[in-house]
C-alpha cells in the first residue's frame, strides 16, 4: 500500500510526522485549504502596508537591537534582509546532520503556514520541492 502524504497546514503536524519526513523521507506537501491561503495572504499585506506607510515593523522597517528605533527608507527594506543573511552567512563548524536540516525545514514550512510570516507561498513551494528532491543545504 503506498504511504499518504502529510499535508501541511500551520496546524495538527505531530513529532511523528517530522521525524517520516526528515528521516525517512515521507511525502510532504502544502495544503490548498483557502483559510490557510487567506491567512498567508493577509500577513504579506500587513507588512507591504507596513512598508509603504513607514511603519515601525523590527527587523523589516526598522535596524535590529538597539537600532530598533531607527526606521529606514522603504528602498532599503529589501537591502536589509539581504544584509542580515550575509551577516549569518558564516561556516562556523561542522554541518548540522540532514535529518536534523529537514526537520527544520518541515517545520518552518509548516510555521509559515500559521500565517504570521509575510511569507509568500512560493517560498514554501520551494522549501517543499526541495525536501522531495532531496536538496538540504549545508548549515553549521
Known sequence: MKEKSIILSGDQ????????????????????NKNV???????????SNAVDQRLPLYGVT???????????????C???QSNLI??????TGPSLPLEVV????VL??????????????????YMIIFLMNNVTPLVP
Not at 37 to 47: F, L
Not at 86 to 91: E, W
Not at 109 to 119: D, F, Q, T
Open 86 to 91: 550575509a551577516v549569518f552567512h558564516m561556516d
Open 62 to 76: 526598522t535596524q535590529f537591537g538597539r537600532l530598533a528605533t531607527q526606521t529606514i527608507e522603504k528602498h532599503m
Open 108 to 125: 518552518r514550512v509548516n510555521s509559515h503556514l500559521i500565517g504570521a510570516s509575510g511569507i509568500r507561498r512560493i517560498w514554501n513551494v
Open 102 to 105: 529537514r526537520a527544520a525545514m
Open 13 to 32: 503536524l505531530t513529532l511523528e510526522d517530522v521525524v517520516s519526513i526528515a528521516r525517512y523521507y515521507r511525502k510532504v506537501q502544502l495544503t490548498d
Open 78 to 80: 529589501e537591502e536589509l
Open 37 to 47: 491561503k487567506s491567512r498567508m495572504n493577509t500577513s504579506i499585506d500587513v507588512i
